[in-house]
């Protein structure tokens, strides 16, 4: 009698909302078993022995666990993917008003990994760092424009972005 009091018994699974809708004889072997639908539909139902139905329901209440386990992992993948690219695209407005496959083109530019004076910068940290320390933009008459700092020394190896970027935190 203990098997059909728990007809009516439900509980959720990835695939949807189990139901035990029955208790009877497997068609096959004549042992127990309960009729076991998902959503509502009793075609194609499930037939589970009385003694494994616990480890059935555990089954999918730990299934539905891993999922949530997992979309919460890829949220937070995707929100550090998010917070990486704004790093990436931080030229403090500078491509703002940029048609996008230029805004894409100087993006690109000023995230490049450069040698100045023997050290590794992006490109876009090494301009901010000159402009911090008192670096400005200087027509030179035979070098054209350079990037100058308050002690006379100069750097004049420079993308035209570079400098643009530069003049850009300048004003």
Partial sequence: MEGKARVGEVWQSVGGEREIIGYGSHPSTGEPCYVIATNGRQVGALLVNPEDIESEIDFDRRSILSRIKGRIKQAGIAVAAAGEQAKYEDLDGFTDDMEPLKRARV????????????????????IKQAIVNSSRVECHKTLGRILRHTSGSFMDALTKTELDYAEYLTV
């Fill in 107 to 126: 993006i690109k530019t000023l995230n490049v990994q450069q040698c100045y004076n023997g050290v590794f910068y992006l490109r876009k940290d090494y």
